[in-house]
Structure formats: structure tokens, C-alpha cells
């Protein structure tokens, strides 16, 4: 839907305009529906991540603030139909809060927040949104693997550059590396397991923490319709 709106935009109306109107619509309807909070990780960037939770959710819906990624992944477990939302940046050498998303009636990402990319977004921080299993209907462009291996390879980038997968989290867990991995939906479950292996990599072992719509780049359609004009 967000993607049609964005498409079709004309006019001197800012985007971010229309898009906060009818995020706020939609969250707050479906609120009203069946109540639900946010839960917020604020360990890293407070004031970010408020904006980004009341730009996309509002100000009916709760947000409710945490101190860290885990407990974030636990409010939402033991909630009936709560959110929870934390930044996507990795800090080095930190816990793989991915691991926990692993088991199957874990919690898993079911967006990537903003979802219309602009260089000039008022609430731009790169977040994930997470729910408990959805039985149907989530997008699924692409696809998040919590990978476990013995150790890092530099062949690794090559070989997931093959199947258009690409590492956006890593940390040691113990007994080796945790990575989390994105691959396009349309690519074979097992191929990200297959290409490490291929790569040397040692126990591989691969859960499914996850998927979301693919961004929308905004800035690029804008500079198109620029280029358009002026020719």
C-alpha cells in the first residue's frame, strides 16, 4: 500500500506528510481494534527511535521504553499481539540478539523500518520491527537467517554476492560467529547454508529469523521526475 502511495505522489505537499497521515490512520485503527503496544529499545538512540516510533505508529498506540535489544525480544514474546522495534545497526563485539529470534515460536522481524527511503526522512533511523509468528500475510521481498559458523572466511562475501545475499550483523557467540544474513525471498532456503559451506565454512547451521517488504527509494523517483523535467 505504502509503495502505491509513494508511487503515485504529485504536488507540493511533502511526502512525509502523507505518509505520517496514513500511518497514523492505519496504526491507530488497528489499535482500536485490538489494542497493542510498542516496545522501543532506547539503549543506543533515544531520541531516534521515539521519533521513528511515533512517526510510524503515532501517538494512541503505547510506547512503551526498554534498556536493551533482549528485553525488547522478551516483552513482545510473552505479549498476545505487541511490537517491539530496535535499531538495525550492530554494535561490534555485542551480543547476537538474533540468535533469540531463532527458534520457531520465537518472535520474528516483520519489517524494516522506514520503508520509503529519502535522504531527508524525518524519522530515518534504520529500525527492525518485530512481532510473535504471524500465520500468514507477511511480506516476504526479503529474507532474514540467524547463520551460525565455526569461524569468518573471506571467501564468504564472494559466495553470498552470488546469490544477492549480503551479512548485516556479526558477533561472536561462544563456540564460533553468528551472523545474520538477508536474501531475497525468492532465493532457495537452503542456498545461503549451501554457498557457505561451498565457501569452507565449518558447522553451518541457518534459522529463519524473519522477513520484510523491499524499501522503497523515494530520493530515486524524485530525482528522476527532476531529470524528467528539465529535458
Given at each position: 500500500?505504502?509503495?502505491?502511495?509513494?508511487?503515485?505522489?504529485?504536488?507540493?505537499?511533502?511526502?512525509?506528510?502523507?505518509?505520517?497521515?496514513?500511518?497514523?490512520?492505519?496504526?491507530?485503527?488497528?489499535?482500536?481494534?485490538?489494542?497493542?503496544?510498542?516496545?522501543?529499545?532506547?539503549?543506543?538512540?533515544?531520541?531516534?527511535?521515539?521519533?521513528?516510533?511515533?512517526?510510524?505508529?503515532?501517538?494512541?498506540?503505547?510506547?512503551v521504553l526498554h534498556g536493551s535489544v533482549g528485553e525488547v525480544i522478551e516483552a513482545v514474546r510473552k505479549s498476545t499481539g505487541d511490537l517491539?522495534?530496535f535499531s538495525i545497526d550492530s554494535v561490534p563485539g555485542a551480543h547476537p540478539w538474533w540468535t533469540a529470534l531463532a527458534r520457531p515460536d520465537?518472535?520474528?522481524?516483520?519489517?524494516?523500518?522506514?520503508?520509503?527511503?529519502?535522504?531527508?526522512?524525518?524519522?530515518?533511523?534504520?529500525?527492525?520491527?518485530?512481532?510473535?509468528?504471524?500465520?500468514?500475510?507477511?511480506?516476504?521481498?526479503?529474507?532474514?537467517?540467524?547463520?551460525?559458523?565455526?569461524?569468518?572466511?573471506?571467501?564468504?562475501?564472494?559466495?553470498?554476492?552470488?546469490?544477492?545475499?549480503?551479512?548485516?550483523?556479526?558477533?561472536?557467540?561462544?563456540?564460533g560467529l553468528a551472523l545474520l544474513i538477508a536474501r531475497p525471498g525468492a532465493i532457495p532456503p537452503d542456498a545461503v547454508s549451501a554457498e557457505?559451506?561451498?565457501?569452507?565454512?565449518?558447522?553451518?547451521?541457518?534459522?529463519?529469523?524473519?522477513?520484510?517488504?523491499?524499501?522503497?527509494?523515494?530520493?530515486?523517483?524524485?530525482?528522476?521526475?527532476?531529470?524528467?523535467?528539465?529535458?
Amino acid at each position: 500500500m505504502m509503495r502505491a502511495i509513494a508511487g503515485r505522489h504529485r504536488g507540493l505537499l511533502p511526502f512525509e506528510t502523507v505518509e505520517g497521515i496514513w500511518r497514523v490512520i492505519i496504526s491507530t485503527f488497528t489499535y482500536l481494534q485490538a489494542p497493542y503496544s510498542v516496545h522501543v529499545d532506547v539503549s543506543r538512540t533515544d531520541a531516534a527511535m521515539r521519533d521513528s516510533a511515533r512517526f510510524h505508529f503515532g501517538f494512541t498506540v503505547p510506547c512503551v521504553l526498554h534498556g536493551s535489544v533482549g528485553e525488547v525480544i522478551e516483552a513482545v514474546r510473552k505479549s498476545t499481539g505487541d511490537l517491539g522495534m530496535f535499531s538495525i545497526d550492530s554494535v561490534p563485539g555485542a551480543h547476537p540478539w538474533w540468535t533469540a529470534l531463532a527458534r520457531p515460536d520465537a518472535p520474528k522481524v516483520i519489517a524494516r523500518l522506514p520503508f520509503v527511503e529519502r535522504p531527508d526522512h524525518p524519522a530515518g533511523a534504520p529500525v527492525f520491527v518485530i512481532s510473535n509468528p504471524l500465520a500468514d500475510g507477511g511480506a516476504r521481498d526479503v529474507v532474514l537467517e540467524s547463520v551460525e559458523v565455526d569461524r569468518w572466511r573471506p571467501s564468504f562475501s564472494a559466495v553470498l554476492q552470488t546469490i544477492a545475499a549480503e551479512v548485516i550483523g556479526s558477533a561472536a557467540n561462544g563456540v564460533g560467529l553468528a551472523l545474520l544474513i538477508a536474501r531475497p525471498g525468492a532465493i532457495p532456503p537452503d542456498a545461503v547454508s549451501a554457498e557457505l559451506r561451498s565457501a569452507g565454512g565449518a558447522d553451518v547451521r541457518s534459522a529463519e529469523v524473519g522477513a520484510h517488504a523491499r524499501r522503497f527509494d523515494f530520493g530515486s523517483r524524485a530525482q528522476a521526475k527532476a531529470d524528467e523535467a528539465m529535458q
